[in-house]
Each structure stands twice: as C-alpha cells, then as structure tokens.
C-alpha cells in the first residue's frame, strides 16, 4: 500500500506561482499512475493533472493546461504539481492520487489518497 502526504499549499496572490508535492511511502512508487484533484467549497472534486508512472505521459484539465505542470521523480518517490499564473478560481484543497495501470481522469478511479492541502489565490 502507498502513503500520500501532500505539502506546498498556501496563501498566494493571483498570478503567482505555488509548487505542490506528494511525497509517497510504501510499495514501489515507480509503479503507480498519479493525479492531481482538486475540490473547492460547495463543487464536486475535479481532474487537475495525471501523470504515468515512467512519467513519460501527461495529461491535464483545459482549466490549466499551460499554466500547471505535473512531474515526478520516481528516485524521490514525489509527485510535483508546479502552478503558475495562479487565479482566484484555483482556490481549492488539492488532493494526490494514485492507483495502478494508466493515468485516468475519473476520480472514482484513484483508490489512494492523501490529505490535501489548501491553496488559497487572492485577488
């Protein structure tokens, strides 16, 4: 069973940039899909970014394409999601995934979870 513990979130003005992390502990990491969700206040938790395990395949939201980017480093067993040009409408907990096989963009796919963590945009 993988671990999923999420860091980097906060408070940012709009237009700034925030790094996310996921750090993953346990059974091999490298072998893992990941995702990026996030949920604001009162919405249904949305797709952000999916990544393969190799890392050799991406995918993302068209809310973000062009403004985040996801990467891992499989050495580090961590997961990034590097946000910039950040909008009052990224304000959400975001959450990382994973599960096995392919990256997809159905949440209900994702059977690990971590915690979240907060980003907060401000105008």
């Known amino acids: 069973q993988v671990q999923l513990v999420e860091s980097g979130g906060g408070l940012v003005q709009a237009g700034g940039s925030l790094r996310l992390s996921c750090a993953a502990s346990?059974?091999?990491?490298?072998?893992?899909?990941m995702g990026w969700f996030r949920q604001a206040p009162g919405k249904e938790r949305e797709f952000v970014a999916a990544?393969?395990?190799?890392?050799?395949?991406?995918y993302y939201a068209e809310s973000v394409k062009g403004r985040f980017t996801i990467s891992r480093d499989n050495t580090k067993n961590t997961m990034y999601l590097q946000m910039s040009s950040l909008k009052r409408e990224d304000t959400a907990v975001y959450y990382c995934a994973a599960r096995s096989y392919v990256p997809v963009t159905s949440a209900n796919e994702y059977p690990l979870w971590g915690q979240g963590t907060q980003v907060t945009v401000s105008s």
């Open positions: 346990g059974r091999i990491f490298s072998s893992y899909a």
């Open positions: 990544i393969s395990w190799s890392g050799g395949s991406t």
